[in-house]
């Protein structure tokens, strides 16, 4: 996988934001939010490895 692949669905972040906000979401709003998606993933599979599993759970997040 790309390391900037985007993990979010712009679509779907977008029309939430305007809805919720009547704001609009400009591209790279979707670029930040994947890049913490990322981050998230990377600090929960940390967590799950400590605990010797192999499956990701909620409670890593």
């Known amino acids: 996988m790309a390391e900037k692949e985007t993990l979010v669905i712009a679509s779907k972040v977008k029309a ?13 709003v979707i670029d930040v939010l994947s890049d913490k998606v990322r981050h998230l993933c990377v ?10 599993r192999k499956t990701l759970l909620e409670k890593d997040f």
Request: net charge positive; glycine share 0%.
């Open 16 to 28: 939430y934001i305007k809805e919720a906000s009547d704001l609009k979401c400009s591209a790279a």
């Open 43 to 52: 600090e929960a599979v940390k967590r799950a490895k400590a605990d010797n």
